[in-house]
């Protein structure tokens, strides 16, 4: 059975045989051609097969070809013939000159030829690194690393090629590109044939060694599963992360192939360690917000939901004493505060869940077509003690047309900014609740005469739990409204934001989009748009 020759020894032999072939088509050229001619021009044309050795198989058969043309000249074509001896001592000089330069020749081509092939092995490294750079720039997600495989497969010219990655815990990451049945006998192979080993590493007088492939010798191997794998390990700082598989491939790649694929498997490495730290750096970030929600959550709940229940408790125990004789107006004051303090208290209560559904992703606004003054007009009813010591002006023009969103929700919107506004405006200023139409969207403000916004708050009044005023006489509230007010505002497709007036106060302004009414809607129906 005939084993075909290593890669090695078939360049090898291809290179003198072709430097023989060169010297040999020269010398019928000079003998069939030519004839007898002088040894200065004759020996000259021996110059052409030494370049072409040169630059076609390198530096060994140009010099072969040069000697070879030595000794084909000397004894085809110098006096006395087919002998090596010469009966004129000034050829000899002649022969050896040319001897010589053929050899210097061919050094000097063959030395252009490596450096044109270090340079064409230079880009095309840089290409294929630049490109699985690129790729993984991407983060380490499966299709990129399939991307990855298919790229290195294609420059390498093997069957397959396949990526292994070793996840927290024992999850494995297994991506591949090539030849499925060739590909499906490796996957977590450890028994492959041969394995890369580093080079060393740069200094700062020396560059990097590529690495080197080991033969693995084990007596349990079997040949047939195991002999055209490579494996090159995947590294994060000495620490092995998983593993690139080179299935088909030759006996030995030359040290470009190397280069490459150490770089590649490093490149792969380091962006499996950049989705890691990602993905750490998400959960820490999830956990520090969640504790500073938890905190904030617990600082209300101590201060601003027990405040009212103490208020409750107070005014019902009044109520139930039997040994104070209370007048009727001190028993509807205590009804009174009861029944207020309730309603903050459910208030605050609604505002938590209607947070939750926001963060949950479960807000759905139930739209229908309604008129902007009548919803405005029962939040103003209902805000009246938030604002009976405000002055509240409500400016919705009549001429407004219908509009499809949730009255309840939008009336929550316009209840929060009116009492946000309220907590924050000194007593018997005005609040200006105005509507406007600006196509294609209606424009919703609310402004008052407080102190305003401090700039570098500006960016933060919308997040949950966020007061303005942190100190003692701050009002009261879970810090809530506002962050409500952005969710359900863009529930329906609408922005919110701040600013500070001019001439004093804050102005909070939300917009809805129009939508064209239907020629047949009810004047208030359920009609969809």
Known sequence: MSHPLPPRWRSWLLGYSGALAAVVLVSLFIGLVLGQVSLANSSMLYL????????????????????????????????????????????????????????????????????????????????????????????????????????????????????????????????????????????????????????????????????????????????????????????????????????????????????????????????????????????????????????????????????????????AGSLRQQDVAWTEQERQDFAQAIEEEADHLNHLVGNLLDLSRIEGGSLHPNKSWQEVETVVLDVVDRLKPVTRRHQLRVDVPPELPPMWFDPVEIGEVVYNLVENAAKYAPVDTHIDLIVRIQAPEAIVSVQDRGPGIPPAALPHVFDPFYRVLETSSRPRGLGLGLAIVKGLVEAHGGRVWVENRADGGARFTFTLPLTEVPADMAPVGNVAP
């Open 48 to 315: 052409l097969a030494v370049m072409a050795s040169a630059v076609a198989f390198g530096r060994g058969p140009a010099v072969f070809a040069s000697v070879l043309a030595f000794l084909v000249f000397d004894w085809f074509f110098v006096t006395p013939q087919h002998q090596l001896t010469v009966n004129d001592p000034d050829e000899w000089v002649s022969l050896l000159f040319f001897l010589l330069t053929a050899i210097v020749t061919g050094q000097l081509a063959a030395g252009q030829r490596a450096r044109a092939r270090e340079a064409q092995q230079r880009e095309r490294e840089a290409m294929v690194l630049y490109d699985v750079v690129r790729l993984l720039g991407e983060g380490s997600s499966e299709p990129v690393l399939e991307a990855v495989a298919e790229r290195l497969r294609q420059e390498l010219q093997v069957k397959g090629v396949g990526i292994e990655l070793w996840q927290p815990g024992t999850a494995v990451t297994w991506v591949s590109a090539g030849d499925p049945d060739a590909l499906a006998a490796v996957r977590g192979t450890r028994d492959a044939a041969r394995v890369m080993q580093p080079g060393p590493a740069p200094s700062p007088h020396d560059h990097a060694a590529p690495g080197r492939w080991v033969r693995v010798v084990r007596p349990t191997r079997r040949a047939e599963s195991s002999e055209d794998v490579h494996l090159v390990p995947v590294r994060v700082s000495d620490k092995r992360v998983g593993a690139l598989l080179l299935v088909g491939t030759s006996e030995h790649f030359d040290a470009s192939d190397n280069r490459l694929v150490s770089a590649a498997a490093a490149q792969i490495g380091q962006a499996h360690e950049r989705a890691r730290l990602r993905e750490e750096a998400t959960e820490a970030e999830i956990l520090r917000r969640t504790d500073a929600l938890r905190a904030a959550l617990l600082n209300a709940v101590s201060h601003d939901l027990r405040t009212p229940l103490a208020t409750i408790m107070a005014s």
